[in-house]
């Protein structure tokens, strides 16, 4: 058993099309100033035709591979976290490791939603250090664009998501080491699964998974609870945020960057607020991208992988929720 695994490199890539709140504006009952206040995003990137989720993924997974100074052959396990997979099966994973000029390389898509990085994450840690394999590639990838009401019905849940991809290498980190992934803790509650989530299409749903009485009611868009969403986010951030650092023998102060999930910039000032966390640490990319679900930690964390901000000894703290409920929070040093 490998005592420490590390993150070795970081890459992403979004989409080119940017898409403002003023884009918005001309297809729904929306408005810049809403949205700004209400959740901190200016725009966000959708793909063009053509674009694929796997096509995000393999740019980014291709910047990782770089930056850690790897092929994607060195890569023995994919691990992909998404809630937009690119087709029902396979898997999105499974179309990054062909685009990787991959083929007898294992690979898998996780579904944990707006956590998903955050558990492929732990699953790349637990994977590496158990010594089964040398480096997983741990991704999230999103294209929400092609799967929101983009009219005034849908305007609560379609201003808020972007598309883009983010991922990292974790490989053995060598004995004595300080760097590495220092904890991991996750969390879900079932029981709030419909707060936030995408009802049809549906293997549940009987003859077929989806019918025109759906499709005329737009539950195959997906339907939040919005201020329920909003409590579950400011209560839990903090209480896994301690958590992780509590099993990790740190206090707040001994973290130097905060990667929140970027679901909404009021809610991650309102929780750096809370803990006394100054707003110099805390990273954000939402005004840019929106909610990328998983892929918006991972992209956070190749931004300051590239801006030179991970140099060694930086600790950075992970930590977000989502739909499912999920919710979960990682620590890693460089
Ligand atoms: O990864 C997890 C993703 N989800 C989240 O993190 C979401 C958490 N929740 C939130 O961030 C907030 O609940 C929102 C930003 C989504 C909404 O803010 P809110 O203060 O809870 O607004 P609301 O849903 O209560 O709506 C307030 C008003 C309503 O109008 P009335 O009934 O007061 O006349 C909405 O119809 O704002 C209206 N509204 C909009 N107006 C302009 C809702 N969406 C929009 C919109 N543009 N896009």
Redesign the pocket.
């Known amino acids: 058993m490998t005592t420490r695994a590390r993150i070795a490199g970081a890459g992403f890539f979004v989409p080119e099309r940017v898409v403002s709140n003023h884009d918005l504006e001309q297809l729904?009952?929306?408005?810049d100033e809403?949205?700004r206040q209400?959740?901190g995003i200016e725009e966000r990137r959708y793909i063009t035709p053509g674009e694929t989720p796997a096509d995000l993924a393999q740019r980014a997974s291709q910047r990782a591979l770089a930056a850690a100074g790897l092929e994607p052959r060195d890569v023995d396990l994919i691990v992909l976290a998404t809630l937009s997979s690119q087709h029902e099966f396979p898997g999105t994973s499974f179309f990054l490791q062909r685009q990787l000029g991959l083929d007898d390389t294992p690979c898998m898509d996780l579904r944990a939603?707006?956590t998903g990085f955050l558990y492929a994450l732990t699953t790349a840690n637990a994977m590496v250090r158990s010594g089964q394999f040398q480096r997983v590639l741990a991704v999230g990838c999103e294209v929400h664009s092609t799967g929101i009401d983009l009219t005034t019905e849908g305007?609560?849940v379609?201003?808020?998501f972007g598309d883009g991809a983010g991922a990292v290498v974790v490989e053995a980190a060598d004995a004595g080491e300080a760097a590495g992934i220092l904890e991991c803790r996750l969390h879900a509650q079932g029981a709030n699964a419909e707060k936030?989530w995408l009802e049809f299409p549906s293997s549940g749903h009987t003859p077929v998974r989806i019918d025109h009485e759906a499709i005329d009611q737009k539950r195959h868009f997906p339907r939040?609870e919005?201020?329920q969403?909003?409590k579950h986010?400011v209560t839990r951030l903090p209480e896994v945020l301690l958590e992780a650092l509590s099993a990790a023998s740190l206090k707040l102060e001994d973290v130097d960057l905060f990667l929140f999930?970027q679901?909404?910039l009021?809610?991650n000032e309102y929780v750096a607020n809370q803990l006394g966390i100054p707003p110099e640490k805390c990273l954000s990319n939402i005004q840019r991208y929106g909610?990328c679900?998983a892929a918006s930690i991972p992209i956070l964390l190749a931004e300051a992988w590239e801006a030179g901000r991970l140099t060694p000894g930086t600790t950075v703290a992970m930590t977000a929720?989502?739909?499912g409920f999920s919710w979960g929070s990682a620590i890693a040093r460089f």
């Open positions: 729904m009952d929306t408005n809403w949205i209400r959740s939603q707006c305007r609560d379609a201003v808020l936030l939040m919005g201020r969403v909003f986010a999930h679901a909404n009021r809610i909610n679900s929720f989502g739909s």
